[in-house]
């Protein structure tokens, strides 16, 4: 009985490790406005991440973060306000408590390790935030990771600011060209600039420009719930995207784990 008690747990363990997606979060906490005449507060987007992680984790996958240089990320203190989690307000508390306490989040591998070991994962998740536009635009490994991810059809997500790191990728490299992308719509780029910081950061209109790259954009109304899956890609609007973006994502999971075990 405890022989087979032992069986058991490893093959869960196994089968764990073939189902983990990979996280991969900025390590930002400032982000630089008006070229340099104001500095705000930034990081990852508190619901935007811990929504898809909660969806991922509770359909039985498991998970690793990677964080430049290994970081901790820290979370934009705007996306603790309350109108971003309309309901969900238990959930808010709870991903507090979540990246407060959970090891596995205050003690992310780094973006070179993950790239190391990138054959165990079968999805990549990137989480929105101005943070990212600091740190990950620049990571010459981002564009390893996408490229890596792409070549071997495992479902990447990126979510409202993170599909500008598609980018990254030099035009006669990128394996997204004619893909339908979303992403943080102009309205909500200029709502987010006018409104909430109150300046211009560096990199902005992530939307022409992916158009500019040759992706075909598609987007949903201010605050939609509205995200968009072309093959493995599934990108996502605001962070008030969350149901879409999973919903997505756990259905290309699934299809790829199909055609795996053909």
Known sequence: MK???????????A????????????????LELNNGEKFRQ??????????????????????????????????????????????????KNEALEFVNTDSLFNNPKTLEKAIEHK?????????????LMVDLKTDANIPVLLKYFAK??????????????????????????GFEVNCVSPVEEFVIERFIMKGKPQTRKIAKKLRRLGMKYRQGLPKANFAVSDRNLIT???????????????????????????
């Not at 089968?15 to 400032?30: E, G």
């Not at 071997?152 to 599909?163: F, N, R, S, V």
């Open 152 to 177: 071997e059809k495992k479902p990447t997500g990126l979510i409202c600011h993170a599909p500008s790191l598609i980018l990254t990728i030099p035009k006669d490299e990128n394996p997204y060209i």
């Open 3 to 13: 022989l087979l008690l032992t069986l058991v747990v490893a093959a869960n363990m």
């Open 15 to 30: 089968q764990a490790q073939r189902n983990k997606v990979l996280f991969v979060m900025s390590a930002a906490d400032t």
């Open 42 to 91: 930034t990081g990852v987007f508190l619901n935007e991440f811990y929504l898809a992680y909660k969806s991922v984790t509770e359909a039985g996958y498991s998970v690793d973060f990677a964080t430049p240089g290994g970081i901790v990320s820290t979370i934009d203190e705007e996306s603790v306000d309350d109108k971003y989690w309309k309901d969900n307000l238990t959930v």
């Open 119 to 131: 054959s165990d994962y079968i999805g990549l998740i990137i989480p929105g935030g101005q943070g």
């Open 236 to 262: 996502s609007q605001n962070p008030f995207s969350g149901d879409a973006f999973n919903r997505h994502y756990l259905a290309s999971l699934a299809k790829y784990q199909q055609n795996s075990s053909k």
